[in-house]
Structures are given as structure tokens and as C-alpha cells.
């Protein structure tokens, strides 16, 4: 039985909680990217090796969201969402500055997966409490807006991590108190700070009222949230398992785009970084933008408009993806990634969308945090393949080109005529799902 909640927040305080959600979303990536900028500075000062750094760049916080992602993600359909996420954003911004003191690749270790323990319940809260403040008319909107926190934290995070980073460059190694701090460590703890200001603010949002809550069953266990995937396998399923195809070749694709465009095309770092920085902040706003009006406009017209919309925009993103391997110049290789970054980013809008529409209230923040597991899980594995299959299949640095053409002719495909299996149980349930709600106005 849908509960009976009073009208809709009031546009003030919806735009309130969305403009802080994006803030937090910024913070998470900013964290995260910057992080990865220093990664040679952390090698030379901790005397790592590479294999040490690359756990402390995906595993570490991989690891954690895996263990904790669920539970935490249990506190947001059982509690005031606003408190989970200033909670989260406080331990991330916390552990994140004091990383900064750490000594060692353990000390270093542990920080990243206790950042990454704090940021696995925000995705749930955030797409939970956006479900609540805008209508399903509105909320593919809301969702475009929270992809510019995606958006500038990542954009941001390589311009912050030069320019703090050559901040510090000149800066003496620090002895204090039997420490030893190094200058980009003195960045993780200016970069942390400003979590404890926006977990302030999240603390100034009105919790919205939870709508479609079944009775008094908030807490219901897991192997519950799990049976009621399985019940409506048909609409689940094609979405997570398609999320799998596309996160593995996205995910793969940004790990070796840089080095794909220095092998086949001779560009300096400095090049690269010039152009990606542009591609990237260009294609996911423009992206964001498309996937927010092409999404609305399917709305009017289709009750399966949420999937029918990720179906198209995925299958448009396949010639773009395949073409830029084969493009005679970078140039007009980013040209074409730019175009499936604009589609890629889009359909995002749609793909959470329509996770939040069909997925009862009181397990909305679980079944978000296994779908987006999806997409970190596989995506974690996508640079290790289109690697493997550089070194196994084609036996050549030089021909990472044709690994990144094969995997992307295989696994896009396969990911749009997936989520496409979904278009009609998906737009089935919304049917039931509006008689339902219709019936206990």
C-alpha cells in the first residue's frame, strides 16, 4: 500500500537539496581525481611499486564499497537521508586530510578505503532523496543536474591537482611531531577541508517524505530487496547486466585513452591533457543537457521513456566508439570520442531514472548501491581486459588500437541490445506503478 505523504517539496527546497547533492557529488570525484594526479609523487616519496599503486588507486576503494556499500546503503532507506549523506561527506572529507599524515602504503591503504566506505552510501542517498523531491516528470531533469557535480568535480579535480600540486612543489618536507609530510600531502588536506562545510549544509535540507513506502516495512532484510529484483527480473536485469557491458568498455576506455593517443598518434602528455580536459568538459555537459531534454520529451509521449531513452542513446554511442580507432589523426579520434561521450554521459539521465521509478521506497537505497556496484565492479575490470587482449591477442603495444576497436565492437552492442530487452517489461511496470498510485491518492 502506498503511504499517504503531503504534495510534492516546495520547489525552494527541492533545488536546495539538489544544489548541495551536486556539491557533495563534486567532492566525492574532485577527491578521487586528484588523488590520481599525485600518483608519481606518491611512488617516489613511499618508495612504492607500481602494482602497490595501483591498489591505492582502484582497489583500495573498491574493496571497501564492496563490504560496506550494502549496509550503508541499508542506512538510507531506514533513516533521514540527509544525515547518511553529511555523515558520508564528513568522513570522506575527514579521512581524506588526515591521509595526508599518513606515513606508509598501509597507513596510505587504509585512509582510501575508509574514503571509500563514506562515499559508497551517497550515490543511494542521493538518487533516493532526488526521487522524493521532484516528480517522475521532473526527475530525469534532476538527475542531468547531478551529473554536473560528475562533471566538475572530474573537470576540476585535473585543474586543482596542477595547480595545488605546483603550489606545493616548492614547499620543504615538513618534520612534526616524529612525522614527515610531503607537499601533496599537503593537498589531500586542503582538499578534505571543505567536506565538513558541505556536510553542514546538506544538514540545512529539508528531508523530503518518502513516497510509495509499503506500510511499516522499512526494514526488511536483504535476501528481501534480492527476491524483489528477482520477482521483476524483467525490468532489473537488462538494466544491470547492460550497466555491466557498458561500465566494462567505458571504464576500460578512460584508463587507456591517453596512452592509446601517445602510441597511435605520437601526442605529447602535455597534448593530451590540453585536449582531453576540453573533450571532456565540452562532451559530458552537452551530454548531460541531451540525455536530460531527450529523456522529458520521450516522457510525454512513452510510459517506457526512461529505457527506451538509454536503449537509443547507447546504440548511438557504438559508430562513434568504433570509428575513433580508426581515425587518421587524435584530432578527429576525439572528435569522435566527444560525440559518444555526449550520448554515453546522456544516458545516464534515463538509466537512473528509471531505477528509481520502479524500485519501492524502502529499497530504493540498496537496489542503487547493487546497481551502480555494476557499474564500479565491472568498470574496475575494463582496463585489465582491453590490456590482456593488447598483450595476448594482438602481441603488441603498438596495436592497443585494435583491442580498444575489438572491445568496443563487441561489448557496446551487447550492452544497447540488452537494456533494449527492458523497454517493454519496464514500461509495463510504470503502468502498474501509476494504477497503483492512482488508486491510494
Not at 542506512?75 to 547518511?84: N, Q
Not at 560528475?150 to 616524529?178: E, R
Not at 567536506?195 to 532484510?221: M, N, S, T, W
Request: glycine share 10%.
Amino acid at each position: 500500500m502506498v503511504a499517504e505523504v503531503p504534495g510534492w517539496p516546495a520547489r525552494s527546497a527541492a533545488y536546495y537539496g539538489l544544489f548541495v547533492i551536486i556539491l557533495a557529488t563534486a567532492l566525492n570525484f574532485l577527491d578521487a581525481q586528484i588523488f590520481s594526479m599525485m600518483a608519481q609523487h606518491i611512488k617516489a616519496d613511499f618508495h612504492l611499486t607500481d602494482e602497490q599503486l595501483g591498489f591505492l588507486l582502484g582497489p583500495a576503494n573498491i574493496i571497501f564499497y564492496v563490504l560496506v556499500g550494502i549496509p550503508m546503503a541499508r542506512l538510507v532507506d531506514l533513516y533521514p537521508r540527509k544525515y547518511v549523506l553529511a555523515g558520508g561527506i564528513t568522513l570522506i572529507g575527514g579521512i581524506t586530510a588526515l591521509g595526508g599524515l599518513a606515513q606508509n602504503f598501509v597507513q596510505l591503504f587504509m585512509s582510501r578505503m575508509l574514503v571509500g566506505a563514506g562515499g559508497s552510501a551517497h550515490a543511494p542517498g542521493s538518487y533516493s532523496m532526488l526521487a522524493d523531491y521532484f516528480p517522475p516528470a521532473r526527475l530525469p531533469r534532476a538527475i542531468g543536474f547531478l551529473q554536473l557535480g560528475f562533471i566538475s568535480g572530474n573537470v576540476l579535480g585535473f585543474y586543482l591537482g596542477g595547480l595545488l600540486l605546483t603550489i606545493v612543489a616548492a614547499w620543504p618536507v615538513t618534520h612534526w611531531m616524529g612525522l614527515t609530510i610531503h607537499g601533496w600531502q599537503w593537498v589531500l588536506m586542503m582538499v578534505g577541508a571543505p567536506g565538513l562545510v558541505i556536510a553542514a549544509l546538506l544538514l540545512l535540507a529539508k528531508e523530503p517524505p518518502r513516497r510509495g513506502l509499503a506500510g511499516d516495512a522499512q526494514d526488511v532484510p536483504f535476501s528481501a530487496v534480492l527476491r524483489e529484483i528477482w520477482t521483476r527480473r524483467a525490468v532489473y536485469l537488462p538494466l544491470f547486466i547492460g550497466l555491466a557491458f557498458s561500465a566494462t568498455e567505458f571504464l576500460g576506455l578512460s584508463v587507456w585513452r591517453p596512452t592509446f593517443l601517445a602510441r597511435t598518434y605520437g601526442w605529447s602528455p602535455q597534448h593530451i591533457g590540453n585536449w582531453m580536459s576540453v573533450v571532456t568538459l565540452v562532451s559530458w555537459v552537452a551530454g548531460a543537457f541531451v540525455g536530460t531534454v531527450f529523456t522529458e520529451w520521450l516522457t510525454k509521449r512513452y510510459k517506457d521513456a526512461n529505457v527506451r531513452a538509454a536503449t537509443i542513446l547507447f546504440a548511438l554511442i557504438i559508430p562513434f566508439e568504433i570509428a575513433a580507432p580508426l581515425m587518421p589523426s587524435g584530432e578527429l579520434a576525439l572528435l569522435c570520442v566527444a560525440a559518444g561521450g555526449v550520448c554515453g554521459l546522456a544516458s545516464a539521465v534515463p538509466q537512473n531514472a528509471a531505477i528509481q521509478r520502479i524500485t519501492p521506497n524502502h529499497m530504493r537505497g540498496r537496489v542503487t548501491a547493487i546497481y551502480l556496484f555494476m557499474f564500479i565492479f565491472f568498470g574496475a575490470f575494463g582496463g585489465q581486459l582491453i590490456g590482456s587482449v593488447t598483450q595476448r591477442v594482438f602481441g603488441a603495444d603498438s596495436a592497443l588500437w585494435k583491442s580498444i576497436l575489438l572491445t568496443a565492437s563487441i561489448l557496446l552492442p551487447l550492452a544497447a541490445f540488452t537494456i533494449s530487452r527492458g523497454v517493454r517489461p519496464y514500461g509495463r511496470e510504470v503502468v502498474r506503478i501509476e494504477q497503483l498510485e492512482a488508486q491510494n491518492a
